[in-house]
């Protein structure tokens, strides 16, 4: 079998987990949600991004996590931020905002998928990005966050 002929990647999540692609109209959402998690208003510095994808995970009616992505050239997807609820983390949410993320970046025709985490800050996110058999592509300091980043990347 080629990896094209591969059946496409499910992640299954909590019971009842849903995730939904939501319009630019309810970012503020979004935004509510980056700031539960991280304590943080910024979510992405720019809104008018190619392909700007927004993602929202719930579970019965509660919002648990997530997802923001654009284009960053015209092959390759860049997911943004993306964030879980603490007492819904290690339940496979982030995996299906991931999968789902990847999905919506391949049905927009691109070929790579990529992300940048800080180890330090988000070790949930490194093990992710290993276990999920994503390429390092970049390490190094970033000084205005004054911690180290790591960058992963993928054909879809």
């Given amino acids: 079998m080629q990896i094209d002929d591969a059946p496409p990647r499910?992640?299954?999540?909590?019971?009842?987990?849903?995730?939904?692609?939501?319009a630019l109209e309810r970012f503020a959402e979004v935004r509510r949600l980056n700031h539960a998690i991280f304590g943080d208003d910024r979510v992405i510095y720019r809104l008018d991004?190619?392909?700007?994808?927004l993602l929202l995970a719930t579970v019965a009616g509660e919002t648990v996590g997530y997802k923001v992505g654009y284009g960053e050239s015209p092959t390759t997807f860049y997911s943004a931020k993306g964030g879980?609820?603490?007492?819904?983390?290690?339940?496979?949410?982030?995996?299906a905002l991931l999968v789902r993320m990847e999905a919506e970046a391949r049905a927009l025709g691109y070929r790579r998928f990529a992300f940048d985490t800080f180890p330090n800050r988000h070790p949930g996110m490194t093990v992710l990005g290993l276990a999920e058999r994503f390429t390092?592509?970049?390490?190094?300091?970033?000084?205005?966050?004054?911690d180290y980043r790591i960058r992963f990347e993928r054909e879809l």
């Fill in 10 to 22: 499910t992640a299954r999540g909590p019971e009842g987990l849903h995730i939904e692609r939501v």
């Fill in 49 to 53: 991004r190619d392909d700007l994808t």
């Fill in 84 to 95: 879980v609820v603490e007492r819904w983390r290690r339940q496979g949410v982030a995996r």
């Fill in 136 to 146: 390092v592509t970049a390490a190094g300091y970033n000084a205005a966050y004054r």
